[in-house]
């Protein structure tokens, strides 16, 4: 892992680049200080600065995976200007009320088409739902509002190809084996319990702390705290969730314009 030097640098330049003030700022000094100095691979909050660096999250490995190389942009988006291999979704949350942003997923249809589909025909229904199952450093769940899915009350699991290896994925909430239904969840973490149990179909592209925020309105128990709502959901083209990808990539560049010795890099 960096040394707390390089952590503490990382984290003051993240804070000056979006304005963290207050206590906050002080927590995110000392999540990273302290991830820093113990090696543990702790939840993207923590060891990136909170609220303002949320989104380049580190994983077990200690490399810092921007957004254009986490697998939903890999599966999308495989090489500058190719075809697009995904179907993409917006959804606009609210939090106790208040809008906190828009979080953009790429769905992997290529791999799972039943299951992308699903989610598509439902978005019509996840809007105006809220989400009734959200556990901090882990995931964030919604859909039991949504009725059935278009397949009826159960479905089988389509595959598991994918594994839950980094954060930001989006997976179908069960009951057992092959009862699918319309809930969904989008991790915050690395859940490799959740492999060969549910199926991955679709992963954030942008709105990396949206989806943070989301989680932190959560408890241990599941019961969130605040109402968390889909105040709107929307399929968008490809040519836009590119962009909106690419505007995440350029907005998260927090190290600094010129990285120097021990600093963290993309």
Known sequence: PPSAEAARALTLRAEQRYGCVGAGAKDSVEHCVSWAA???????KQYMCANCASACARDCT??????????????????????????????DFSVGGQAVGRVVLGLFDAVV?????????????????????????????????????????????????????????????????????AQWFLTTVRTPHLDGKHVVFGGVLAGFD????????????????????????MVV??????????AEVRRLAVIGDEPGEGDLEL
Not at 65 to 82: E, I, K, N, T, Y
Not at 132 to 141: L, T
Not at 146 to 174: H, V
Not at 237 to 246: D, P, Q, T, V
Request: proline content about 6%.
């Open 62 to 91: 200690g490399g810092c995976v921007a957004p254009h190389q986490r697998l939903a942009a890999r599966l999308c988006f495989p090489d500058a200007g190719g075809a697009s291999q995904c179907r993409y979704v917006a959804m």
């Open 113 to 181: 088409p039943k299951t992308s589909e699903n989610f598509v025909q439902l978005l019509p229904r996840y809007a105006g739902t809220t989400l009734h199952r959200i556990i901090p450093e882990f995931m964030s769940q919604g859909g039991a509002a949504s009725g059935q899915s278009i397949y009826g009350s159960r479905w089988d699991d389509e595959n598991f190809d994918l594994k839950y290896s980094e954060p930001f994925l989006l997976g179908m909430a069960n009951a057992g084996p092959n009862t699918n239904g």
């Open 210 to 233: 949206t989806a943070l925020r989301i989680n932190e309105a959560g408890t241990k128990s599941g019961k969130p705290k605040e109402e968390v709502k889909i105040e709107a959901a």
């Open 38 to 44: 113990d090696g543990e691979c702790r939840a993207n």
């Open 237 to 246: 083209s490809a040519a836009e969730a590119r962009a909106l990808l690419e």
